[in-house]
């Protein structure tokens, strides 16, 4: 089973690795992972996405809890919303451009660099989209592609810890 969490912890050296190490050591293999401040400077907010079964994930979020600098965990469902952002390099060359400028249109993408010899796409969405749209650009000739990892949101009012409220 794929899970999500999020993780308060302190903005401090090393925390980023001692949390990456649990999951190493509970032999989880992160999918993805992605780490910013919050709207506390003094708090970061990792979130990762990994594959498991729900009793080692379980261990996880307690072996979790157990370390100092955690000051949260939070299991995001699929009623949140998630985005990833997709930067990709495209050859641009004549006989392709009007088919990939009509992808680009369907997947609200935009183009954010262009030259005689490439062009670089972005495009935020859902991974599944995201997906989709390197799928569909795997037609023509990708030079490059490069993909943060996903962020999360609970819909609604709650948050996942008071801690980070100014």
Known sequence: MKYTLAVLVSNQPGVLNRVTSMFRRRQFNI?????GCTENPEV???TTIFEGNEESKEQLV???????????VKQLDDDSVSRE?????????????EEIHTALAAYEAKIVDYT???????????TRCIDTFISLMKDYT?????????????RGGSTIGSVTHL
């Open 142 to 154: 990708i030079l490059e592609i490069c993909r943060t990892g996903v962020v999360s949101l609970q």
């Open 62 to 72: 307690n072996q979790l809890y157990k370390l100092q600098d955690v000051m949260d």
């Open 44 to 46: 970061s907010r990792i």
């Open 31 to 35: 999918s993805s992972l992605t780490v």
């Open 116 to 126: 005689r010899d490439s062009m670089v796409i972005q495009l935020a969405g859902s």
């Open 85 to 97: 952002l997709l930067l990709i390099k495209m050859k641009n060359d004549a006989a392709t451009r």
